[in-house]
């Protein structure tokens, strides 16, 4: 599975749909995501791919963490990938 | 019903180890957050907080007493010493009997399980020393003060996070205000401090890496503190019988429960609170003068806490003082309202509000006069104890000048 498959199916257990329904331009608030879903989400990114992800509830949009829909996450742990290992 | 009232004081936190202490460091509004220094420290993302310094167990605390006492004991036991010589109170005959000790923590003895853990999983030992259980009790520093002070009335531990002290101190309240026992001892500590305690906490991406800053644009979370708050609650005749000094009055509480989210603040569970205090204690809002704030520094709480004071108060939002110490001290969850009530004591007994410190950037979400970086000195005759917890568990406090 590649990078995008597996972020989307994260997203998509957090949101109890099936990856099929997850797609790119979906928001996490399209997808019923709420702030401890969206914590829960990072974390398993986190533990997934072996990464440390930039991310402080209180100022989401200051983070350099882009979380405004699915296709953003997805090239956001991308270049943490490519950064970090 | 009787009127209760504060006739001693004691803590120890990152701006003292006293009450004189804490209050000049708030007075002048002085930061007691730094960089965190124990064992593994360089893993964890947040690295700063209000931690107690200057304060070791050696030599205070004998040999059996420190296998007994986990951190948050210590602070407790160290802090009640003050208040209960500050009010020169005796417990003997009929008072020992009816009087006893309810104390607020979050998490009790959170390094004494951190050491153990620590040592089975990863040193590999098989053993633990026999009196782990008794030392990291939620209710140990409780029962040691009992032991202590002879009160062998009603003692508890109470747990409802960083709410704690505050549920606490509000049973205390009652307890002496309804002639179940004629003082007792309440307020309470926290100790999490430590690798695990801290790691936890980073989990929820909710904390700050650089300072507490409540009520500002820029916050960005909270920082975490430790230490102890303890209070001596008595019968106000009972006090004037033996001619002690009283610092000042409890005249209401009121506890409230969100019923909605396990961590996101409610502003109508918090006005519950802040009314149902108003209304125990027989005041209307016009008359409160300052509010010690939850103020967390999160972007929720904040915003959250200060439209729950607009709904309730009204215009008089507007005219009222409120601020948080947290910016000081840190967040001493499960002891943090027994230290916040210091800076009430302070309000109303010596006319100074402490400062929010760290204030950088007015936010139009926190548009009330938070009391930015220099402290105030304001005629205050009541003044209220905010503290909503996770869980959506809230405990307000009403005082009184004496």
């Known amino acids: ?85 | 019903m009787k009127r209760v009232v504060i006739t001693g004081a004691g803590t120890i936190n990152a701006l003292g180890h006293s009450v004189d202490d804490t209050l000049e460091a708030m007075r002048e509004g002085r930061c007691g957050i730094g960089k965190l220094e124990f064992r593994d420290v360089e893993r964890l993302a947040i690295q700063i907080g209000g931690q107690v310094r200057g304060f070791e167990a050696e030599g205070r605390f004998n040999r059996q007493q420190m296998t007994l006492y986990d951190r948050f004991t210590q602070f407790t036991l160290f802090a009640a010493q003050e208040a209960i010589s500050q009010s020169g109170i005796e417990f003997v005959g009929d008072d020992a009997a009816r009087s006893g000790v309810v104390l607020g923590t979050a998490g009790g003895g959170v390094s004494t399980w951190d050491d153990n853990y620590r040592s089975v999983y990863e040193d590999g030992k098989n053993r633990v020393h026999p009196f782990v259980v008794p030392k990291l009790m939620n209710n140990a520093a409780a029962s040691h003060v009992s032991m202590e002070y002879n009160l062998k009335g009603p003692s508890f531990t109470v747990s409802t996070a960083c709410a704690s002290s505050n549920h606490a101190m509000a049973l205390a309240f009652d307890m002496v205000r309804r002639g179940m026992a004629p003082a007792m001892i309440t307020g309470g500590a926290e100790s999490m401090l430590c690798f695990g305690g801290v790691k936890a906490w980073e989990g929820l991406r909710v904390m700050s890496k650089d300072a507490c800053r409540p009520f500002s644009a820029n916050r960005n979370g909270m920082v975490q503190g430790e230490g102890a708050g303890i209070f001596v609650f008595e019968e106000y005749e009972h006090a004037r019988a033996r001619g002690a000094e009283i610092l000042c009055e409890v005249v209401g509480q009121a506890m409230s429960s969100d019923a909605a989210d396990i961590v996101m603040p409610s502003k109508q569970g918090a006005a519950r609170a802040m009314s149902g205090a108003l209304k125990d204690a027989g005041i209307s809002g016009d008359s409160i003068g300052y509010i010690n704030a939850h103020g967390t520094g999160t972007a929720a709480n904040d915003k959250t806490e200060c439209a729950a004071v607009a709904d309730v108060f009204g215009p008089h939002a507007d005219c009222l003082k409120i601020s948080s110490t947290k910016s000081m001290h840190g967040h001493l969850i499960g002891g943090t309202g027994a230290v916040e009530l210091l800076a009430c004591i302070m309000a109303v007994r010596d006319g100074v509000l402490a400062p929010t410190i760290g204030y950088e950037e007015a936010d139009p979400e926190c548009a009330l006069d938070v009391i930015p970086n220099e402290a105030q000195e304001v005629k205050v005759d009541y003044a209220l104890s905010n503290a909503f917890a996770f869980g959506g568990l809230n405990a307000v406090l009403a005082v009184r000048r004496v």
């Open chain 1, 1 to 85: 599975m590649n990078i995008k498959d597996r972020v989307i199916r994260i997203i998509a257990e957090q949101a109890v749909l099936e990856p099929s329904d997850v797609t790119p331009d979906s928001t996490l608030e399209d997808l019923g995501i709420d702030s401890l879903g969206l914590v829960e989400s990072i974390f398993a990114i986190e533990e997934e791919f072996d990464i440390n992800v930039p991310f402080n509830a209180n100022e989401p949009s200051q983070s350099d963490f882009d979380i405004s829909n699915v296709a953003s996450i997805i090239s956001g742990v991308e270049a943490l990938i490519a950064q970090q290992k």
